[in-house]
């Protein structure tokens, strides 16, 4: 039995004029209960001092705060020295394992571990307009960047899918590199709507009759170009450029082997 129907019971037998010593006894024979006085005459107070429903309040805690093994740890600090992998990146691959964390426990772990990059934006409070095509194929980003032994590493990402098509390196950055990277692409995947560029000289710069608008014009490619020292309108393919400098260790510089994986 419930014990808000049992105090349901008692009410109604103090309704009818019964004494604490009476109620105790019926609820004793009835429901298999026993009490002191000093309970129900508790309950009595409660009711007069606010709109009691005669259940006992949730002793649940508003956090809960889960406890994981030492195991499940390692877990986080392997797959980091491993991989490189961000906080998002890892949490995924637990769930994977059937281990859900939040990614503020594993930054956490990841900083006890001594192995955080650091976040230079952390504390900056930032304001910008999310843009994302809603199909694949309805736009590709691109743009080049230089690595520390400068080769140029081109990478197209699809921007619906945020999935990387294809990736190249180069010795030096020119229109013909670029356009030949997306001959190679387009022979796979199709070709996209649009391509969003900044207004790098490989891509035409700030001329719409480079020989790059020309190829767009000629596969019937909408180019677009982002705004002047606007860098953030490329900012899902730049996302792509750091990933790659921080990973492609981990992967024996091999970007065909990190695309993939």
């Given amino acids: 039995m419930k014990k808000d129907a049992i105090r349901r019971e008692f009410f109604r037998l103090r309704l009818s004029r019964n004494s604490y010593s009476q109620c105790k006894k019926v609820l004793k024979e009835k429901y298999d209960y026993e009490v002191t006085i000093r309970t129900?005459?508790?309950?009595r107070k409660r009711m007069e001092s606010d709109n009691w429903d005669l259940r006992d309040k949730s002793t649940k805690p508003k956090t809960i705060r889960y406890k994981f093994s030492n195991e499940e740890r390692k877990e986080?600090?392997?797959?980091?020295n491993k991989t490189g992998y961000s906080s998002h990146q890892i949490r995924i691959k637990l769930e994977e394992k059937g281990i859900v964390m939040s990614e503020s426990f594993i930054k956490?772990?990841?900083?006890?571990?001594?192995?955080?990059?650091?976040n230079k934006m952390e504390g900056t409070r930032l304001k910008w307009v999310r843009f994302e095509r809603d199909n694949p194929n309805s736009m590709w980003q691109l743009d080049g960047t230089e690595m520390d032994d400068g080769d140029w590493v081109l990478p197209v990402e699809d921007d619906c899918s945020r999935y990387c098509v294809i990736i190249?390196?180069?010795k030096h950055m020119t229109t013909v590199k670029v356009i030949e990277v997306l001959e190679e692409a387009i022979a796979i995947h199709r070709k996209p709507r649009e391509i969003l560029t900044d207004n790098g000289s490989e891509f035409g710069g700030t001329s719409k009759e480079s020989e790059f608008d020309k190829w767009c014009e000629k596969q019937n490619i909408i180019h677009i170009r982002s705004g002047v020292h606007k860098p953030t309108t490329v900012g899902k393919v730049s996302a792509i450029q750091q990933t790659i400098k921080r990973e492609l260790s981990y992967c024996n510089n091999d970007l065909e082997a990190w695309r993939m994986r």
Avoid: A, Q, T
């Fill in 40 to 43: 129900p005459k508790g309950w």
């Fill in 76 to 80: 986080i600090i392997s797959l980091r």
């Fill in 108 to 118: 956490k772990i990841i900083k006890k571990g001594g192995l955080s990059r650091g």
């Fill in 168 to 170: 190249k390196k180069f």
